[in-house]
């Protein structure tokens, strides 16, 4: 895959974000509109970074296994079933045996994951070259190009969908539907990153009549209809069908996107007003992203005014330690962490979004408090959505004093935070570096191998890091080349130190900058880096002694034991019924909440009990404090009344 002159800077993932083909410099030969808005730095396409061996990968290799293990046909079978398309075997009738929670054949979202999955394995094609993945893709894009066809033999003009249309003519006469174009955005956008990833023709196609049929359907709308439909929650099916302009040029789908501008949201954010409690946050963020791709492809410096107040006010006014932000789905009140801590706070598929613009706006100017943010999130929420033991994914992360995970079930749940783990553990590449057309930026400290084809240079970096402070860089390249390597100095270090070839390098940087390193490199150059980690506390914004504790980009939680775990009322189950609010986590009534810290000299009061692992204990509240990507099937505590 080549580059695109184009726009995405940050992550395709639902769509084209998390095909990374639609962040800034990516698939060249496959895009035809070029960025217009200012970029400083690029994306690598997936393909050129490889990872080894490590807990990311780890994750990769369990999210494929799953997504593996669910047939084609099933995954096709609602699709088939609306559309009447013929799902037998030759020679007799096949029983496909259905998916559960919401994709069963009653949920308004059914079809939303085949779109995950399509680009979750347009990834993990991308990603290792195993042809496996584009096999069972290939075969997925198959199928529902027999179902449009079917459908547009019936006179629907190129719709594609699990369920009628009929759902998409209740949402523009503002009956009550889920979400339809919610469903039809993860659809649009998994074929998007399939003709970007996985180089197959049949993919634009099929998204292409599937924007012809949009086209068809919506351009005749009175305003009146218009606002009437976008009242309900519509993904970022307009950043699809700017990612699908920038690669046809098509106006068609340029109208598309920008009829899909929700001015009750979009003008309140150009005005820089804080509106945003009680509102829907996964039905925001999708909507900033498009205007984000509005930046790049046509240089509307009021959407990228609009993309860069939004992220501030999320991350500084409304996100917890971890890098997420909602409770039970919803914005909090601005400056009221403390206040918030319960057990349906931060909406996994929310911090997929904030990364995936946050990705767009380190493109634009390289401001490395953007690939700060993206670490915190990436460590604390992404990495520990992911049970080790069974693959399984979890919907909230809940900052509830005591509260637990939730995992969802291999058949029967398909939430949207399944959808999206589907894309977040399979492209774990995609923000580890960039490059400004002169020289790599390190954003991330996670084993991998970069191949900048056309600088003619590899970087190897091998690391244990989070669990050691050390980063070594090896340097293959069969000439000379003189080059700069940006090295991330991140917030949470100081003293970094650097050696190139042996050689102590001078650092004059401070935390949250970029150390670099500009000389000629040869084969076999390497460089050494000590990032020292350091104990520190993280305030919530409304309250200075609740607090939580973190170990350099880390969250720390309190390991709270297992005590009533099992809820005997099984209508409490959210694996079982969908039923995320009144999940009862009986969190026992004797839960400690308070540890005692000398704020001054933590160091005294939270030890390493092992040295080579990411253990802590409290010296005088004897409490066990590991990070929480690595809790699991146990109670924590993360927010504590400090004393």
Not at 2 to 24: D, G, H
Not at 334 to 363: A, P, V, W
Not at 376 to 394: F, K, T
Not at 425 to 447: M, Q, R, S, T, W
């Amino acid at each position: 895959m080549k580059k695109i002159l184009f726009t995405l800077s940050l992550f395709l993932a639902s769509n084209i974000l998390s095909a990374q083909s639609v962040y800034p410099g990516q698939h060249g030969t496959k895009i035809s509109k070029e960025i217009k808005g200012e970029i400083k730095a690029y994306s690598f396409d997936m393909q050129d970074v490889k990872l080894l061996d490590s807990r990311f990968k780890e994750n990769m290799e369990r999210e494929s296994k799953w997504i593996l293990s669910l047939g084609v046909d099933r995954l096709l079978h609602s699709f088939r079933n609306t559309s009447g398309t013929y799902a037998g075997r030759e020679g007799g009738y096949m029983t496909v045996k259905k998916l559960g929670g919401w994709e069963s054949l009653d949920c308004e979202l059914r079809g939303h994951t085949t779109g995950h999955i399509m680009s979750g394995l347009a990834y993990l094609y991308a990603t290792t070259g195993d042809d496996v993945y584009k096999v069972k893709a290939d075969s997925l894009v198959q199928g529902l190009a027999d179902v449009q066809n079917t459908l547009m033999q019936m006179g629907q003009k190129g719709y594609i969908s699990a369920y009628s249309e009929n759902l998409i003519n209740r949402n523009i006469e503002g009956k009550s539907v889920w979400a339809p174009w919610y469903t039809l955005h993860k659809i649009y956008a998994g074929l998007i990153d399939q003709y970007l990833y996985c180089n197959n023709q049949q993919a634009l196609d099929i998204v292409s009549k599937a924007a012809s049929w949009a086209y068809q359907k919506l351009s005749p709308l009175t305003e009146e209809q218009r606002t009437l439909m976008l009242r309900n929650e519509f993904g970022g099916v307009n950043e699809a069908f700017y990612n699908l302009y920038a690669i046809t040029g098509n106006e068609e789908h340029k109208f598309l996107a920008e009829y899909f501008y929700h001015a009750a949201v979009i003008d309140a954010l150009a005005q820089k007003k804080d509106e945003f409690y009680f509102k829907h946050a996964n039905t925001f963020i999708p909507k900033v992203i498009g205007e984000a791709r509005n930046y790049e492809l046509n240089n509307s410096e009021r959407s990228k005014d609009i993309a860069h107040y939004f992220w501030n006010t999320v991350v500084d006014h409304q996100s917890y330690c971890t890098g997420g932000n909602s409770h039970k789905e919803k914005f909090i009140q601005s400056d009221s962490i403390s206040k918030n801590l319960t057990g349906y706070t931060q909406e996994t598929c929310n911090t997929n979004n904030m990364l995936k613009l946050t990705r767009h706006l380190f493109c634009w100017d390289a401001n490395p408090k953007y690939a700060d943010y993206y670490e915190r999130a990436l460590y604390n929420h992404i990495l520990g959505q992911q049970d080790p033991q069974s693959g399984m994914v979890a919907y909230f992360l809940p900052m509830l004093p005591g509260a637990h995970k939730v995992y969802s079930t291999p058949e029967n749940s398909f939430w949207c935070c399944v959808g999206t783990g589907f894309e977040n553990h399979a492209k774990y590449g995609e923000a580890i570096y960039y490059n400004d057309g002169k020289g790599v930026y390190v954003n991330l400290f996670i084993p991998s191998e970069l191949t900048w084809k056309e600088r003619g240079i590899s970087i190897k970096q091998e690391t244990q890091f989070p669990n050691d402070e050390n980063v070594l860089f090896t340097i293959s390249t069969d000439k000379t080349t003189r080059m700069p390597i940006y090295l991330r100095y991140p917030y949470w270090a100081s003293k970094v130190e650097v050696k190139v070839n042996g050689k102590k390098v001078n650092i004059k940087q401070t935390p949250s900058s970029y150390i670099t390193l500009d000389r000629t490199w040869k084969n076999g150059d390497k460089i050494e880096v000590r990032y020292p980690m350091n104990l520190h506390i993280a305030e919530t914004n409304d309250n200075p002694d609740m607090a939580a504790i973190m170990y350099g980009p880390l969250v720390l939680a309190g390991m709270m034991g297992t005590d009533g775990m099992k809820s005997p009322a099984p209508f409490s189950d959210p694996t079982l019924y969908n039923d995320y609010y009144t999940y009862d986590y009986h969190v026992p009534a004797n839960m400690q909440t308070s540890l005692q810290v000398d704020r001054d000299n933590l160091s005294k009061s939270i030890v390493k009990v092992d040295g080579n692992k990411l253990v802590f204990k409290s010296v005088k509240d004897n409490i066990s404090l590991e990070p929480i990507h690595n809790v699991h099937h146990q109670r924590y505590v993360v927010y504590w009344n400090i004393k």
